[in-house]
């Protein structure tokens, strides 16, 4: 089993900022794409930020110049800092991440997991 686990949300003003952090633990033996996605009461869930096993990423074009993501892959570990932030990237945020695992037979494969999800509010 693989479970991912965000932290690092809360309540800001904005033109502030935060930084979200994504936690995967389990039977990993490696994880390639890991994303930041966010959903908004009402709207759709949306990719905000994603980044590759080779650090290439790429960002939705409203968050492009103020949002970074990256990872640490000794840890197992995503980042989203947020800065400028707006009363529009109220959002949860949510931690999806392709990993290589295995069952208890030993046998891998690749599955994507996600986060429970982190409350981000902003005020005006």
Known sequence: QVQ?????GGLVQAGGSLRLSCAASGTIFSINAMGWYRQAPGKQRELV????????TNYEDSVKG???????????????????????????????????????????????????????????
């Open 4 to 8: 991912l686990v965000e932290s690092g």
């Open 49 to 56: 930020a994603a980044i590759t096993s080779a650090d290439v």
């Open 66 to 124: 103020r949002f970074t993501i990256s990872r640490d892959n000794a840890k197992n570990m995503a980042y989203l800092q947020m800065n400028s932030l707006k009363p529009e990237d109220t959002a949860a945020y949510f931690c999806n991440a392709q990993v290589l695992t295995s069952d208890n037979r030993g046998h891998r494969y690749t599955n994507a997991y996600w986060g429970q999800g982190t409350q981000v509010t902003v005020s005006s």
